[in-house]
Nanobody, 113 residues
Framework: VQLQASGGGLVQAGASLRLSCAAS????????MGWYRQAPGNQRELVAL???????KYADSVKGRFIISRDNVQNTVFLQMNSLKPEDTAVYYCHAYMDRDHWGQGTLVTVSS
């Protein structure tokens, strides 16, 4: 499984960004897809995930601001990030599970105050 992530960048606090993660397989073959992030000096943490059955989970820190969704035709998962805060600054990694964990390359999100 290949995962191609895109959409990071530098924005000011309060702005929005949308991350995309395109999978090389039919996303329904994946038990779950989602996004993790890792800030400098911190462990990688779950941001949001979406299961093949449609269950969605968010980290408490992003609830009400981030939305995870998918396009079944494009085999792509999106993370719409609204009302960004400086503490959202991190490298964001796309993740998928099928038999084992699969990771995309990270995409850097920087939110300035």
């Amino acid at each position: 499984v290949q995962l191609q992530a895109s959409g990071g960048g530098l924005v000011q606090a309060g702005a929005s960004l949308r991350l995309s993660c395109a999978a090389s397989v039919n996303i329904f073959a994946l038990s779950r897809m989602g996004w993790y992030r890792q800030a400098p000096g911190n462990q990688r943490e779950l941001v949001a995930l979406l299961t093949s059955g449609g269950v969605i989970k968010y980290a408490d820190s992003v609830k009400g601001r981030f939305i995870i969704s998918r396009d079944n035709v494009q085999n792509t998962v999106f993370l719409q990030m609204n009302s960004l805060k400086p503490e959202d600054t991190a490298v964001y990694y796309c993740h998928a599970y099928m038999d084992r964990d699969h990771w995309g390359q990270g995409t850097l999100v920087t939110v300035s105050s």
